[in-house]
Antibody
Framework: EVQLVESGGGLVQPGGSLRLSCAAS????????MHWVRQAPGKGLEWVSV????????DYADSVKGRFTISRDNSKNTLFLQMDSLRVDDTAVYYC?????????????WGQGTLVTVSS | DIQMTQSPSSLSASVGDRVTITCQAS??????LSWYQHKPGKAPKLLIY???NLETGVPSRFSGSGSGTYFTFTISSLQPEDIATYYC?????????FGPGTTVDIK
């Protein structure tokens, strides 16, 4: 059974940093692209970032480009999202999601999410 | 970026009703569209991929169709457990974008 468990969320001040983690199990982690998606309070889903199976290629939504960095450790089956220069409008539940073998494809499985609150 | 729109933004229907949601892309995305179900406090769930393929384990009352810029999602007989928000998402081109969502509830 595929399991994705996010952690690392919390309260941070504007301009601060936070690092999210997503522990993956139940599948061959190193062969799938992985994504981050977020949902701000009362809003819809927003795709945030993707990393290829090897970690060699990444891409970001314009709203986070230059501030967020996605990475992965295939030896530990873990996905990361380093979030810097956080803004109030980054407040959201952040989900990690398993893609398919290539970068472009549906998000087959999702975690339960971790809440990030950016506030002074 | 490719913009996705959905219609309606919300709907209310009776148990057993046929429910249809539309999704439009701002440019041709071929068949590269998925549909997700999201219930409050839960992980989103993939229902349909490549416009019309039913994800394994998803009930057959859910279906999708369309290609290019116009897509539809149908629940053939609405059940109480289908109360949720439904999102389309394109993965033809980065950044992958979601529609704004359609909230479905029971009349």
């Amino acid at each position: 059974e595929v399991q994705l468990v996010e952690s690392g969320g919390g309260l941070v001040q504007p301009g601060g940093s936070l690092r999210l983690s997503c522990a993956a199990s139940g599948f061959t982690y190193s062969t799938y692209a992985m994504h981050w998606v977020r949902q701000a309070p009362g809003k819809g889903l927003e795709w945030v970032s993707v990393v290829t199976s090897s970690g060699a290629s990444t891409d970001y939504a314009d709203s986070v480009k230059g501030r967020f960095t996605i990475s992965r450790d295939n030896s530990k089956n873990t996905l990361f999202l380093q979030m810097d220069s956080l803004r109030v409008d980054d407040t959201a539940v952040y989900y990690c999601a398993k893609g398919i073998a290539v970068i472009a494809g549906p998000l087959e499985n999702w975690g339960q999410g971790t809440l990030v609150t950016v506030s002074s | 970026d490719i913009q996705m729109t959905q219609s309606p933004s919300s709907l209310s229907a009776s148990v057993g009703d046929r429910v249809t949601i539309t999704c439009q892309a701002s440019q041709d995305i071929s068949k590269y569209l998925s549909w997700y179900q999201h219930k409050p406090g839960k992980a989103p769930k993939l229902l349909i991929y490549d416009a019309f393929n039913l994800e394994t384990g998803v009930p057959s009352r859910f279906s999708g169709s369309g290609s290019g810029t116009y897509f539809t999602f149908t629940i053939s007989s609405l059940q109480p457990e289908d109360i949720a928000t439904y999102y389309c998402q394109q993965y033809d081109d980065l950044p992958f974008t979601f529609g704004p969502g359609t909230t479905v509830d029971i009349k």
